[in-house]
């Protein structure tokens, strides 16, 4: 009885176990080389400004709200960054410093800024991004780890 338990069970599970495990596309991929060396690879339904620094990721529309959503890249003149970046976290076989800010916000609710950084050289690559969102939504940080995994 226990066999057939187990077997009935095993064949209904099978199709639940194998889904998600097919060859994924990932998505078009654009690449972009600043003036002082930053590479990125970014999905195309990204857009990108480039400033004299680095460059500003957005998706397309995320400048035309409120509160805009984009990502912030520059290279820094300096080995790391001031401040206290005591998370990690390993993308593409480089280590993230990064920390997360939580700020009381005015009528467009509570600021999160996530900040980020990478050794590049004797200088380093800092990432940013604020996102204001009102309770009790939680932000959503997708966009600024698309783009840290996309810093070269």
Same mark, same amino acid.
């Given at each position: 009885?226990?066999?057939? *338990?187990? =077997?009935?069970? =095993?064949?209904?599970?099978?199709?639940?176990?194998?889904?998600?495990?097919?060859?994924?596309?990932? $998505?078009?991929?654009?690449?972009?080389?600043?003036?002082?060396?930053?590479? =990125?690879?970014?999905?195309?339904?990204?857009?990108?400004?480039?400033?004299?620094?680095?460059?500003?990721?957005? $998706?397309?529309?995320?400048?035309?709200?409120?509160?805009?959503?984009?990502?912030? +890249?520059?290279?820094?003149?300096?080995?790391?960054?001031?401040?206290? *970046?005591?998370?990690?976290?390993?993308?593409?076989?480089?280590?993230?410093? *990064?920390?997360?800010?939580?700020?009381?916000?005015?009528?467009?609710?509570?600021? *999160?800024? +996530?900040?980020?950084?990478?050794?590049?050289?004797?200088?380093?690559?800092? +990432?940013?991004?604020? +996102?204001?969102?009102?309770? $009790?939504?939680?932000?959503?940080?997708?966009?600024?780890?698309?783009?840290?995994?996309?810093?070269?």
């Amino acid at each position: 009885m226990k066999i057939k *338990y187990f =077997l009935s069970t =095993l064949i209904i599970s099978l199709p639940l176990i194998f889904t998600g495990c097919g060859d994924k596309k990932s $998505p078009p991929m654009q690449k972009f080389v600043h003036e002082n060396g930053i590479r =990125l690879n970014i999905p195309i339904n990204l857009m990108l400004e480039k400033t004299s620094n680095g460059f500003v990721v957005f $998706p397309d529309g995320g400048r035309d709200i409120r509160s805009p959503v984009e990502v912030k +890249i520059s290279l820094e003149n300096t080995e790391r960054p001031d401040g206290v *970046y005591i998370k990690t976290k390993t993308v593409h076989d480089k280590t993230i410093h *990064y920390q997360t800010e939580k700020n009381t916000g005015g009528s467009g609710g509570t600021e *999160y800024l +996530i900040k980020a950084w990478t050794p590049a050289s004797k200088d380093h690559i800092s +990432i940013e991004q604020l +996102i204001q969102i009102e309770a $009790p939504n939680t932000p959503d940080f997708d966009l600024f780890w698309t783009v840290v995994s996309g810093v070269e």
